[in-house]
T-cell receptor, first 113, second 116 residues
Framework: QKEVEQNSGPLSVPEGAIASLNCTYS??????FFWYRQYSGKSPELIMS????GDKEDGRFTAQLNKASQYVSLLIRDSQPSDSATYLC?????????????FGSGTQLTVLP | DTEVTQTPKHLVMGMTNKKSLKCEQH?????MYWYKQKAKKPPELMFV???????INESVPSRFSPECPNSSLLNLHLHALQPEDSALYLC???????????????FGSGTRLTVV
């Protein structure tokens, strides 16, 4: 089992719709969770971070965390063509671990005009 | 503009060359990282320099060697690379506050390396 799993997609949604991206992780002790957006040929850009169970909203983006079920999701409301990119889920391990931020394989999102 | 600066942006090198990638951050972060990313794959951690200690991913071949001249610089020295080492090399930094924070990593714009 991979440490961080995402649906690879591609995921296509029409402009204005809600895009839902999901991520599961295997280490139950993981503490912090991140969503990065990466445009083709560019470096990852941090768009959301979440630490506590529940929802965290920032503009059109909402991150949802459920530690009991070991999943984290990202909702993008009113999707725009400029949101078309690969979205990487990243997980920070538990305290005391020598491991660092671990990335999922990414979900490719296309927003159709 | 990113707060983590990487140079060069593009590099083509032969298998017998020696080259260096440079990374600099001015955010006062205590941890810096090198990642390698192949096309359509997630970034893979190569090295971590955190609180003056270097950690190495043991799967990284010795033809890659990191150097940290000071807390704001992290270089990656390349020697006798192979064509399969062609990839996007990403530098990142963080405050190094540990797992109990929502702090993520800030990435530089990357160096696109091609080994011929």
């Amino acid at each position: 089992q991979k440490e961080v799993e995402q649906n690879s997609g591609p995921l296509s949604v029409p402009e204005g719709a809600i895009a839902s991206l999901n991520c599961t992780y295997s280490d139950r002790g993981s503490q912090s969770f991140f969503w990065y957006r990466q445009y083709s040929g560019k470096s990852p850009e941090l768009i959301m971070s979440i630490y506590s169970n529940g929802d965290k909203e920032d503009g059109r983006f909402t991150a949802q965390l459920n530690k009991a079920s070991q999943y984290v999701s990202l909702l993008i409301r009113d999707s725009q063509p400029s949101d078309s990119a690969t979205y990487l889920c990243a997980v920070k391990p538990r305290s005391g671990s020598a491991r660092q931020l671990t990335f999922g394989s990414g979900t490719q999102l296309t927003v159709l005009p | 503009d990113t707060e983590v600066t990487q140079t060069p942006k593009h590099l083509v090198m032969g298998m017998t060359n020696k080259k260096s990638l440079k990374c600099e951050q001015h955010m006062g972060h205590r941890a810096m990282y090198w990642y390698k990313q192949k096309a359509k794959k997630p970034p893979e951690l190569m090295f971590v320099y955190s609180y003056e200690k270097l950690s190495i991913n043991e799967s990284v071949p010795s033809r890659f060697s990191p150097e940290c001249p000071n807390s704001s610089l992290l270089n990656l020295h390349l020697h006798a690379l192979q064509p399969e080492d062609s990839a996007l090399y990403l530098c990142a930094s963080s405050q190094g506050g540990g797992p109990l924070t929502e702090e993520g990593y800030t990435f530089g714009s990357g160096t696109r390396l091609t080994v011929v």
